[in-house]
């Protein structure tokens, strides 16, 4: 097990998925939004985290005892938008070259499978060489290939190459996750300080930035039991999209719940169903130490005592 101080033993917003044409338009767009909340729900957006709050910097020991201890993992999410069942797996393997972070989604018969191959870097910083979402659709397909300092992305959008220059070091969506829980796991919230990440994303043709701000830490009852959940809000660069993300403090800040907002108002809600992290399938609490059956304060939340403070 890993022996970082700071962290305990533990153990993420859509993209339109377009169904078959032979669908009505009603049920069309329905599923196009609820595979868009799968994918963009659980690949966030990336690069190198910047603080706006004094909250101490992940150490590299922490960095690199919390991937050790993470891989092998993979998390199954489910969510249903007007009748419709959504499924979407997340997992995280071992290559020759470093690892495989991958994701797959199903609604009906149609399907969306994204993969990032990267690296771990001498300070314990995911470095990300190649980056693929595949659903089938010239709209959302596409391809990145990262430059060996990660501070250049080439998009391969539409037939189309793209050039994209970073200020700092540049991830794909499924590494900014694996980040951000990184993060979170190796910096002292003890203190109760305000909490803010910004990373800048590589997606499609260009680069955007998403900012997560800590908004409390409660108990969250799941599929798998009552989890100590950290709740981040995240929004984006126009202020028009709005995702509020639960991460299992003692399990990896993996996320295991996620609410997206669309501009036009519309809700959306992915939750865990199963999380196994090598040989270990996750299970929570029964109920809320020192509680008795939970009053729920925010949804099936119930704050935890002190961290909020």
Known sequence: ?????????????????????????????VAARAIGVVALSIAWTSVQAQTSAPVDQPTEACRTAFLADLVPYQAEYTSRLAGLRLATTQSLSRTDQGYRLETRGRVLWRSMTEV??????????????????DRNSRRHDHQLQFAADNHQVTAIYRDERHRLDGDSALHDPLTQQLQLQMDLACSDQSQGQ????????????????????????????????????????????????????????????????????????????????????????????????????????????????????
């Not at 970082?4 to 767009?29: D, K």
């Not at 990032?116 to 979402?133: A, K, Q």
């Not at 999209?241 to 036009?264: C, Q």
Request: glycine fraction near 6%.
């Open 1 to 29: 097990m890993m022996a970082c101080s700071r962290m305990p033993w533990s153990g993420f917003l859509p993209r339109v998925f377009s169904p078959s044409l032979w669908l009505s338009s009603r049920a069309r767009l």
């Open 116 to 133: 990032s191959e990267f690296r771990v870097d001498h300070s314990g910083h995911l470095r990300p060489s190649t980056y693929s979402y």
């Open 194 to 309: 305000p909490l803010q990440l910004a990373y800048t994303v590589a997606r499609r043709d260009r680069l955007r930035e998403y900012r997560f701000e800590r908004i409390n830490r409660t108990w969250l009852r799941t599929a798998i039991g009552w989890l100590d959940a950290l709740q981040l809000l995240r929004t984006d660069t126009s202020g028009t999209r709005e995702t509020r993300i639960w991460m299992a403090v003692e399990h990896f800040h993996m996320p295991v719940k996620i609410d997206y907002k669309e501009r036009d108002g519309s809700q959306y809600r992915m939750e865990i169903e199963s999380l196994r992290i090598g040989d270990h399938a996750i299970r929570g609490r029964a109920s809320p130490p020192e509680q008795g059956p939970p009053a729920a304060t925010n949804g099936d939340t119930v704050r935890v005592p002190g961290f909020d403070d």
